[in-house]
């Protein structure tokens, strides 16, 4: 038709076209569009090569053309891959015990008669595989089970009186394990505590209740508070001593202070006062310090609390003691006169304290080092913590008997 357009052919291929021979006819000679010696669209063959056979076509033998063609529209069989051929057994696929046969051709399609129905022979199930006893290997896979590591596994046949028996064994060695352990600890402490024991000075006083004069009667000397003239602090300072000008004993309390501090002290059953003034290692104070003999310890305290207030709204003050203020040299006439700084504690059922002055008469500043160091050294070192202390203790003799105290 006009206009129509001939369909695209494959690739080194032609139509024929109108008015010339079939591919089957020889050619003609000198077509346009071909080189010389080309047949049927492809290139000639080389000199000396033959024309291949003639394909087999499908449906027909190689000897001889007697076969029939192949029926059209019968759907070939699909070809699988099959396993390798296995006998059939004698008693379900060949009766009469015949010789296994093969698998049939899969590429050939058989058709399988079906055998009478007849009611198979059941064959007893084969026995259980042997259980194994010894260790099983450990898969990387189960869970709780690290690769490399074996699983025993437990003997079946183990009786229950060996299973009994290896509890009460495994029992018996914990409950061993732990009394050993707990037996080397308190060995351990025992060792530890006698070797502190040992190793700990052995006590050289025991200890005198001071808490009443009524308990505590024997009075204080001046010899008992100053029994030299030197006072030493530091052992390892020997030169920087107290030196003591002169102690003083009184039964009068009320010569000690003034005003409201004169009448505290004998309210509360002041019996004695024993004093002395000294001078400080550098020379530049001078110290009066002193004991209070009160009656118990309940009054030391109420001593100790109203003394404070006294002071601070100067209604009463330690008097520092001057044995030479008479004197036109008078070297203590500044514990009388000048302006001084006073402390004072407690131990037992006495009241200690100390009255500091310039030895040139001076205001001693507030916040003074030296005062507070003076302070320390007269009340807490030396009249609490040395002759005080020794009054609290009597010492033990050699033989381990202390000494009997003087009544």
């Keep these: 038709m006009p206009g129509s357009r001939t369909p695209a052919a494959p690739h080194g291929y032609e139509p024929p076209r109108r008015g010339e021979p079939r591919t089957d006819e020889p050619p003609r000679r000198n077509v346009p569009g071909e080189p010389p010696g080309a047949r049927n669209g492809a290139l000639a063959r080389p000199r000396g090569v033959e024309d291949p056979p003639p394909t087999m076509r499908r449906g027909f033998a190689p000897g001889g053309p007697t076969a029939a063609p192949p029926r059209r529209n019968v759907a070939e069989p699909r070809q699988r891959s099959a396993p390798p051929a296995t006998p059939v057994s004698p008693g379900?696929?060949?009766?009469?015990?015949?010789?296994?046969?093969?698998?049939?051709?899969?590429?050939?399609?058989?058709?399988?008669?079906?055998?009478?129905?007849?009611?198979?022979?059941?064959?007893?199930?084969?026995?259980?595989?042997?259980?194994?006893?010894?260790?099983?290997?450990a898969g990387a896979g189960e869970p709780g089970v690290a690769a490399g590591w074996q699983?025993?596994?437990?003997?079946?046949?183990?009786?229950?009186r060996w299973k009994k028996a290896l509890s009460v064994l495994g029992v018996l060695a914990v409950l061993t394990v732990c009394g050993v352990g707990s037996f080397l600890m308190v060995l351990d402490e025992k060792q530890g505590t006698g070797a502190q024991a040992?190793?700990?000075?052995?006590?050289?006083?025991?200890?005198?209740?001071?808490?009443?004069?009524?308990?505590?009667?024997?009075?204080?000397?001046?010899g008992e508070v100053f029994p030299g003239k030197q006072i030493v602090i530091d052992p390892n300072k020997p030169t920087e001593v107290y030196t003591v000008i002169k102690p003083q004993v009184l039964t009068d309390c009320r010569a000690a202070a003034s005003g409201e501090i004169s009448k505290l002290i004998t309210k509360l059953g002041c019996s004695q006062v024993v004093r002395g003034t000294m001078r400080s290692p550098n020379g530049a104070y001078l110290?009066?310090?002193?004991?209070?003999n009160l009656d118990t310890v309940a009054n030391a305290e109420k001593a100790y609390e109203a003394i404070k207030p006294i002071v601070d709204e100067g209604k009463g003050r330690f008097l520092g003691y001057a044995p030479d203020r008479q004197d036109k040299k008078s070297i203590t006439k500044p514990l009388a006169l000048a302006s001084t700084h006073a402390g004072w504690n407690i131990r037992g059922h006495y009241l200690v304290y100390c009255v500091i002055a310039r030895s040139d008469g001076g205001e001693i500043p507030i916040g003074d080092p030296f005062a507070k160091q003076i302070l320390f050294d007269v009340i807490e070192f030396y009249l609490r913590g040395k002759v005080l202390e020794e009054r609290a203790s009597d010492p033990i003799t050699t033989s381990g008997a202390p000494t009997p105290a003087a009544s």
Excluded: H
Aim: hydrophobic share 30%.
């Design 287 to 292: 110290v009066t310090g002193g004991i209070v």
């Design 151 to 160: 699983r025993l596994a437990v003997n079946p046949n183990m009786s229950a």
């Design 92 to 137: 379900v696929g060949a009766p009469g015990g015949m010789p296994p046969r093969t698998a049939p051709n899969p590429a050939m399609p058989v058709r399988v008669v079906p055998p009478p129905p007849t009611r198979p022979t059941v064959t007893p199930p084969p026995p259980p595989p042997p259980r194994r006893t010894g260790p099983r290997p």
């Design 198 to 222: 040992n190793t700990s000075p052995p006590p050289t006083a025991t200890p005198v209740d001071i808490t009443s004069r009524e308990i505590d009667p024997k009075p204080l000397t001046a």
